[in-house]
């Protein structure tokens, strides 16, 4: 046997052994998530509404739909900014673009954003590659300024743009539901958006796309020297983070019944978007913990204190106590000290 086919054999091995090992911790991996939890939560969700036989819920609903919401657009963003390590603040742009798109289509052709809504993420990932090909060209400070910059152009373009109503923007009908069932088909969109939002991320993190992402995070220099084609992965993250956040604009415009530049423009979006993503654990799978507990501070402050400074205030407070004992998150910083319980371990 000569010294290459030994070699050759001794690679096979290693390659081989490296398998088994691998795949010997993904199945102790398995064995420790939860699997019945997802299902569970997802069947609770979907037969809330059925509270409305008993009474009126529609103030319950609103908020899951509204949390729901915010959880699709926050995993989305968590593609760019929690595993590439691109913060981005101008993700709104996404939100005004998909809700523009289903909101228009919908009040001169009468077909509802809750279909157009997988279009509308289509059209969100186009945009975003074009954007992403031009914006991530820059890095760190330099990116956060031309996302913020993108929003600005985007809210001068819709507020001039009389075809699309301009700054008053467009009234959209109301469905023709009962007020007690009213909201089932936004509330149902936004669950399933949201429940699809979770799933890619498990599986883009879970993926070699996904480990290429990481490793920009970590070191986008050792990752491009290593053969990762940085530039694509990156525009793609970008292009895939904006389909998500277009889908839930998509049907958010419906839901109010209208579509006005201030709705979707607002910078607070991409604030709350990142807000819940450093909260919940950026770079995690769930970072929609961050959502749940974000909206479920503000609503507690608002009937408590109203809606003032004092609220705000208040949130805002809440927020730095919780980061200095969870500097990584609740998700990054319990999993980092051994502490996170079962069903929500699927990092």
């Given at each position: 046997m000569t010294f290459s086919t030994q070699t050759t054999a001794a690679t096979s091995s290693v390659l081989e052994a490296r398998k088994a090992h691998n795949a010997k911790l993904a199945?102790?991996?398995?064995?420790?998530?939860?699997?019945?939890?997802?299902?569970?939560?997802?069947?609770?969700l979907l037969l809330l509404p059925g509270l409305q036989f008993f009474g009126n819920f529609n103030y319950v609903l609103h908020l899951v739909l509204f949390t729901a919401c915010y959880a699709a657009m926050t995993s989305g963003w968590n593609i760019l900014g929690g595993f590439t390590g691109y913060v981005s603040l101008?993700?709104?742009?996404?939100?005004?673009?998909?809700?523009?798109?289903?909101?228009?289509?919908?009040?001169?052709?009468?077909?509802s954003t809750v279909i157009l809504a997988p279009l509308a993420g289509l059209l969100c990932a186009a945009v975003g590659y074009l954007i992403g090909s031009v914006t991530l060209k820059t890095r760190g400070p330099s990116f956060i300024i031309s996302s913020l910059a993108l929003v600005?152009?985007?809210?001068?373009?819709?507020?001039?743009?009389?075809?699309?109503?301009?700054?008053?923007g467009v009234a959209l009908a109301a469905n023709g539901l009962p007020v007690q069932w009213a909201?089932?088909?936004?509330?149902?969109?936004?669950?399933?958006?949201?429940?699809?939002?979770?799933?890619?991320?498990?599986?883009?993190?879970?993926?070699?796309?996904?480990?290429?992402?990481?490793?920009?995070?970590?070191?986008?220099?050792?990752?491009?020297?290593?053969?990762?084609?940085?530039?694509?992965?990156k525009v793609l993250a970008f292009a895939i983070s904006g389909a998500f956040?277009?889908?839930?604009?998509?049907?958010?415009?419906?839901?109010?019944?209208?579509?006005?530049?201030?709705?979707?423009?607002?910078?607070?979006?991409?604030?709350?978007?990142?807000?819940?993503?450093?909260?919940?654990?950026?770079g995690t799978i769930l970072p929609v913990i961050g959502a749940i507990l974000l909206i479920a501070f503000n609503e507690v402050f608002v009937a408590?204190?109203?809606?003032?400074?004092?609220?705000?205030?208040?949130t805002g407070a809440l927020m730095v106590l919780v980061l200095m004992f969870f500097p990584l998150g609740i998700i990054g910083t319990l999993s980092r000290h051994h502490r996170l319980p079962r069903f929500l371990n699927w990092d």
């Open positions: 199945a102790r991996a398995d064995r420790t998530r939860v699997t019945w939890f997802p299902p569970l939560l997802l069947a609770v101008g993700h709104n742009v996404f939100f005004a673009i998909g809700g523009y798109f289903a909101g228009m289509i919908f009040a001169r052709y009468g077909i600005m152009i985007a809210r001068i373009l819709f507020d001039n743009w009389h075809y699309v109503g301009g700054a008053n909201k089932l088909p936004y509330y149902y969109a936004f669950i399933a958006i949201a429940a699809f939002a979770v799933w890619s991320s498990y599986k883009i993190k879970h993926s070699k796309f996904g480990l290429g992402l990481r490793a920009i995070s970590k070191d986008e220099i050792k990752a491009e020297s290593a053969g990762i084609d940085t530039r694509r992965y956040v277009g889908m839930a604009g998509a049907v958010w415009g419906e839901y109010l019944t209208y579509i006005r530049p201030n709705i979707f423009l607002l910078i607070l979006i991409s604030v709350n978007m990142v807000l819940m993503c450093i909260l919940g654990g950026k408590t204190l109203g809606a003032s400074e004092l609220n705000i205030l208040a």
